[in-house]
């Protein structure tokens, strides 16, 4: 069965640093997302990739936060200069089409010491 | 008001025991509707959409109320592996994102 697959699974890194978080989506899936949950709180949006550019972001995802899909295949979460509240489990997800069934990563939990 | 709420629970049940909680949306253009299963320190997983009319799979049935604007899960004989945290989800047609509500615990017990 196909699936979302993320590394790392978890990243602890000192506030300030860059930090790279790395998906492969389902290969024919079109729609692709970055989610975040703090521990204890609820799934939050970041922001949606479709076309090759950002479809939409929330007010999360701030100049702080950047997505590239280099290469047709990856699709990455860069935050440039870590807070400790970024500290989360990411979740990227892909879908087939915009707002339907979302398949999630297993999550990559960050970390900010 | 938030996008979607949900009573967080818990909701504890015996084996066997029917349990239904409801999801409530604030977007009266949303289109799209889901529960989601989220277990401990995992990833969301589709348990099943929403349709207008309603509909089940298995043991699970969801309801959709739009003039009132609330989504129902209700969980028939349910199972210790049901034990999880539900996640209620929606989306605006045109829009790129779904938005999740913050879900209700079930915990089923022997």
């Known amino acids: 069965e196909p699936e979302v697959t993320q590394t790392p699974s978890h990243q602890v890194t000192q506030m300030g640093q860059e930090v790279i978080l790395r998906c492969v989506p389902i290969?024919?899936?079109?729609?692709f997302y970055w989610y975040r949950q703090i521990l204890g709180q609820k799934v939050e949006f970041l922001v949606s990739?479709?076309?090759?550019?950002?479809?939409?972001k929330s007010e999360i995802f701030d100049d702080q936060f950047s997505v590239e899909r280099p290469d047709g295949s990856n699709f990455t979460l860069k935050i440039r200069s870590t807070k400790l509240e970024d500290s989360a489990m990411y979740f990227c997800?892909?879908?087939?089409?915009?707002?339907?069934?979302?398949?999630f990563g297993e999550g990559s939990r960050l970390t900010v010491l | 008001r938030k996008e979607v709420e949900q009573d967080p629970g818990p909701f504890n049940v015996p084996e066997g025991a029917t349990v239904a909680f409801n999801c409530t949306y604030s977007?009266?253009?949303?289109?799209?509707f889901f529960w989601y299963r989220q277990d401990c320190r995992k990833e969301p997983k589709l348990l099943m959409s929403?349709?207008?009319s309603g509909n089940e799979d298995g043991r699970f049935t969801a309801q959709l109320n739009r003039a009132s604007q609330y989504i129902s899960l209700l969980i028939r004989d349910s199972k210790l592996s049901d034990s999880a945290t539900y996640l209620c989800?929606?989306?605006?047609?045109?829009?790129?994102?779904?938005?999740f509500g913050a879900g209700t615990t079930v915990t089923v017990r022997a």
């Open positions: 929403v349709y207008s």
């Open positions: 989800v929606v989306g605006l047609s045109n829009d790129y994102k779904l938005s």
């Open positions: 977007n009266s253009a949303s289109q799209s």
């Open positions: 290969s024919n899936h079109l729609y």
């Open positions: 997800a892909s879908g087939g089409r915009a707002t339907g069934e979302l398949f």
């Open positions: 990739f479709y076309n090759n550019e950002i479809s939409e």
